[in-house]
Nanobody, 118 residues
Framework: VQLVESGGGLVQPGGSLRLSCAAS????????MGWYRQAPGKQRELVAS???????NYADSVKGRFTISRDNAKNTVYLQMNSLKPEDTAVYYC?????????????WGQGTQVTVSS
């Protein structure tokens, strides 16, 4: 599975951005997709995830501001980010989880920079 992100950039506090992640390859086997982020000097953290059945999960810090969705026909997952704050600044990575036997394999995109600053 290959993942390609787009949609990052510079935005002012309170603004919005939408990230996209297009998956290609063995997409039929994907169990869940999600977005992680990593700020300088910090560990990578889960932002939001969505399963193939549509169940979603969000980090407490983004609940009510971010929305994850997926278009199965396009094999694409989106992250709509509203009311952005400077602390949302990070590199955002797309993730796909694929079962392999008894294991779960993680696939990652190359990352896209989101900077929230005035």
């Amino acid at each position: 599975v290959q993942l390609v992100e787009s949609g990052g950039g510079l935005v002012q506090p309170g603004g919005s951005l939408r990230l996209s992640c297009a998956a290609s390859g063995s997409t039929f086997s994907i169990y869940a997709m999600g977005w992680y982020r990593q700020a300088p000097g910090k560990q990578r953290e889960l932002v939001a995830s969505i399963t193939s059945g549509g169940s979603t999960n969000y980090a407490d810090s983004v609940k009510g501001r971010f929305t994850i969705s997926r278009d199965n026909a396009k094999n694409t997952v989106y992250l709509q980010m509203n009311s952005l704050k400077p602390e949302d600044t990070a590199v955002y990575y797309c993730n796909a989880v694929i079962p392999s036997g008894l294991r779960l394999l993680d696939y990652w995109g190359q990352g896209t920079q989101v900077t929230v600053s005035s």
